[in-house]
């Protein structure tokens, strides 16, 4: 960022968050440009990019892909951060000239002047917890679908389940017993219960 130290209020920053590199853009209350960055994502070098913006700045980035790290660094470098929704900011995508730093000033306008749409920053432990719930959905779905293309695939061979369970024990034995030809080209299913 570019160095103005003769600025002393509260700095907004707003930070185009991407997976490998971020922008960020330091601004005065008033809309002064104090310096822009760009930096390779780390924990280390937001913290140390951040701090250049004084005590406790106003930070505020997108919630987008990896947005936890970020904001867990700029809390603890003591930044105030800000979380924008991302289809309140989504008409962003609508200018003419869209780059890292427009998206970066844009953010930091919005915090400023008090329209930012913001999204909520859920705790660290309950982050954990919606984490578990979202692996166990995307299992749960996986484990779904699985089941349902081999019932699929026994219909098109016009196998009659004899069993309303056909993935429980006795289901097992059963689909091990199956011969299926022609286009499924197996001569049994194997199940793993």
């Known amino acids: 960022m570019d160095s103005n130290s003769d600025y002393a209020g509260t ?3 707003g930070m185009d968050l991407h997976r490998r590199r971020s922008v960020l853009v330091r601004r005065t209350a008033g809309g002064e440009r ?3 960055a760009r930096i390779d994502n780390s924990p280390a070098a937001l913290k140390a990019e951040v701090a250049k913006a004084g005590p406790c700045p106003k930070v505020v980035l997108e919630a987008t892909y990896g947005w ?3 904001a867990d660094a700029l809390a603890e470098a003591g930044a105030e951060v ?3 929704h991302p289809l309140g900011v989504k008409m962003f995508g609508y200018r003419r000239v869209k780059t890292d730093e427009a998206d970066a000033t844009d953010l930091a306008d919005l915090l400023r002047m008090g329209r ?3 999204a909520w920053i859920a705790p660290p432990r309950v982050r954990e917890i919606r984490e578990l719930v979202r692996y166990r959905w995307k299992l ?3 484990r779904t679908s699985a089941k349902t293309q081999v019932h699929a695939v026994l219909g098109k061979a016009g196998v009659h389940v004899p069993m309303s369970d056909v993935f429980g ?4 034995a059963w ?3 199956v011969g299926l030809g022609g286009p499924t080209g197996s001569a049994s299913i194997r199940c793993c219960g």
């Open 11 to 13: 700095q907004f920053v």
């Open 34 to 36: 104090l310096g822009r």
């Open 68 to 70: 936890y790290w970020a």
């Open 82 to 84: 800000h979380l924008a």
């Open 116 to 118: 930012l749409p913001e």
């Open 140 to 142: 749960v779905s996986l």
């Open 169 to 172: 024990r006795a289901g097992a």
């Open 175 to 177: 689909l091990a017993t």
